[in-house]
């Protein structure tokens, strides 16, 4: 069993700071990519930024030069610090990790934390 634990979310004003965490737990052998999505209310989910396990990293054209997705490997962590802050990003975040298990290859998702960006 997998689990994604996704922390930091909350109501911040426009031009405001958040960071976002989720840690992996679990029968993990290998994460390969972790990844930030979001879905807002009445739209799709999007993906926002991913990281590889290299170090590689991806963003939306939305994000960029205000998000940095960032991963600690030796705690199966990923973080989205999120700076200048619109509300336009206000969403629910969800975690993904695309890992390795004795079963096989798989994809987790977390269970989603609200972003509220709000005067």
């Known amino acids: 069993q997998v689990q994604l634990v996704e922390s930091g979310g909350g109501l911040v004003q426009p031009g405001g700071s958040l960071r976002l965490s989720c840690a992996a737990s679990?029968?993990?052998?290998?994460?390969?990519?972790m990844g930030w999505y979001r879905q807002a209310p009445g739209k799709e989910r999007e993906l926002v930024a991913v990281?590889?396990?290299?170090?590689?990293?991806n963003y939306a054209d939305s994000v960029k030069g205000r998000f940095t997705i960032s991963r600690d490997n030796a705690k199966n962590t990923v973080y989205l610090q999120m700076n200048s802050l619109k509300p336009e990003d206000t969403a629910v975040y969800y975690c993904?990790?695309?890992?390795?298990?004795?079963?096989?290859?798989?994809?987790?998702w977390g269970q989603g934390t609200q972003v509220t960006v709000s005067s």
């Open positions: 993904n990790a695309d890992l390795w298990r004795r079963a096989g290859r798989d994809q987790y």
């Open positions: 679990g029968s993990i052998f290998s994460i390969n990519a």
């Open positions: 990281i590889t396990s290299d170090g590689s990293t």
